[in-house]
């Protein structure tokens, strides 16, 4: 996704995104499409971004435009998402990235997906066999409701994984015409958890138990992201972070267990001997990594690996002191 190619449109952006008291290099980065397909009237933020499931909890349903008619086109400015966006008070520290405009068009109403997902929860809630897994429609390949038709129900008939999984679906409706099939195939995502935030962080804080909760997306979408089978508690943020924003890779990194002229103790632990030592860190040390230390008592060199704050365990001899 290439960025704003004027300067003057950037500057912009962040003028009406932030408050006098932030900076740039604070700012959370949102990338925007270029061109983007368009269901129903309003045109909300998860319309028009790159990854939807990306956004902090609660972002992507923001209305940021009304859409044109069906079948019609229209381009959307990122100073009038900008604008529509400055009032709510948590985006104030925001940035849009991507082309100048995005052009829309629309088409007719596709089916609702969120009563779908709904649904199929509920048929999956009632099958224990299914091991507790979480599917969802795939947004980009709901079918289109024909003008003047209405869905007020949906029933799963059932799921069919082959090539590709698919719920089985029997759409209700007063003036909508059901197939002969009798059902409607909607291609699935399976759903995997993710580690998000709920709280805003710091850079350089230290992340607890109570700072992260799950959060559900297409298991293809979750590559950049910690997934909750990965322990993270303990690490240092390593970037400011917004509530309900995802936990990308990079954005985490070992604690500091040492820093340089502190005290560590070192267990010694070779041929039935074991012996605790006091050394002298040489350099700063993360966790599990290996650095030099200078024992206390005989002034001798000696390389350790760090196990917790500020204690280590022998590895080897290193040059005198």
């Given at each position: 996704?290439?960025?704003?190619?004027?300067?003057?449109?950037?500057?912009?952006?962040?003028?009406?995104?932030?408050?006098?008291?932030?900076?740039?290099?604070?700012?959370?980065?949102?990338?925007?499409?270029?061109?983007?397909?368009i269901?129903?009237?309003?045109?909300?933020?998860?319309?028009?971004?790159?990854?939807?499931?990306?956004?902090?909890?609660?972002?992507?349903?923001?209305?940021?435009?009304?859409?044109?008619?069906?079948?019609?086109?229209?381009?959307?400015?990122?100073?009038?998402?900008?604008?529509?966006?400055?009032?709510?008070?948590?985006?104030?520290?925001?940035?849009?990235?991507?082309?100048?405009e995005?052009?829309?068009?629309?088409?007719?109403?596709?089916?609702?997906?969120?009563?779908?997902?709904?649904?199929?929860?509920?048929?999956?809630?009632?099958?224990?066999?299914?091991?507790?897994?979480?599917?969802?429609?795939?947004?980009?390949?709901?079918?289109?409701?024909?003008?003047?038709?209405?869905?007020?129900?949906?029933?799963?008939?059932?799921?069919?994984?082959?090539?590709?999984?698919?719920?089985?679906?029997?759409?209700?409706?007063?003036?909508?015409?059901?197939?002969?099939?009798?059902?409607?195939?909607?291609?699935?995502?399976?759903?995997?958890?993710?580690?998000?935030?709920?709280?805003?962080?710091?850079?350089?804080?230290?992340?607890?138990?109570?700072?992260?909760a799950?959060?559900?997306i297409?298991?293809e979408?979750?590559?950049?992201?910690?997934?909750?089978?990965?322990?993270?508690?303990?690490?240092?943020?390593?970037?400011?972070?917004?509530?309900?924003?995802?936990?990308?890779m990079?954005?985490?990194?070992?604690?500091?267990?040492?820093?340089?002229?502190?005290?560590?103790?070192?267990?010694?632990?070779?041929?039935?001997?074991?012996?605790?030592?006091?050394?002298?860190?040489?350099?700063?040390?993360?966790?599990?990594e290996?650095?030099?230390?200078?024992?206390?008592?005989?002034?001798?060199?000696?390389?350790?690996?760090?196990v917790?704050?500020?204690?280590?365990?022998?590895?080897?001899?290193?040059?005198?002191?």
């Amino acid at each position: 996704m290439k960025e704003m190619t004027r300067p003057i449109g950037r500057a912009l952006l962040l003028g009406a995104l932030c408050t006098t008291a932030c900076r740039p290099s604070q700012a959370q980065v949102v990338y925007m499409v270029s061109a983007a397909t368009i269901d129903g009237s309003i045109i909300r933020l998860r319309d028009v971004v790159v990854q939807a499931d990306a956004l902090p909890e609660g972002w992507g349903g923001r209305v940021v435009g009304n859409a044109p008619q069906p079948g019609g086109g229209r381009t959307l400015g990122l100073g009038s998402i900008a604008a529509a966006l400055h009032s709510y008070d948590d985006m104030h520290d925001v940035e849009l990235r991507g082309q100048p405009e995005i052009r829309l068009t629309v088409r007719a109403k596709s089916v609702d997906a969120d009563m779908l997902d709904r649904v199929i929860a509920e048929y999956l809630d009632q099958r224990p066999e299914l091991g507790g897994r979480r599917l969802r429609v795939a947004r980009e390949q709901l079918p289109v409701v024909q003008g003047g038709e209405t869905i007020t129900n949906a029933v799963v008939m059932g799921i069919r994984e082959d090539s590709q999984r698919v719920a089985l679906i029997r759409l209700e409706g007063p003036d909508y015409r059901m197939p002969a099939e009798g059902v409607v195939e909607f291609p699935l995502n399976e759903l995997q958890a993710y580690w998000m935030v709920v709280r805003p962080l710091l850079r350089g804080a230290t992340l607890a138990d109570g700072d992260i909760a799950e959060k559900w997306i297409p298991a293809e979408e979750g590559a950049r992201y910690y997934p909750v089978s990965d322990r993270i508690t303990g690490m240092e943020i390593r970037r400011n972070l917004q509530t309900g924003q995802l936990l990308q890779m990079g954005a985490l990194a070992d604690p500091v267990f040492v820093k340089r002229g502190e005290i560590v103790s070192v267990l010694f632990d070779q041929g039935g001997l074991s012996v605790t030592l006091r050394a002298r860190a040489l350099s700063d040390g993360r966790r599990a990594e290996r650095i030099a230390c200078v024992n206390e008592r005989s002034g001798r060199r000696m390389y350790v690996r760090l196990v917790d704050v500020r204690e280590a365990v022998y590895e080897s001899e290193g040059t005198g002191g």
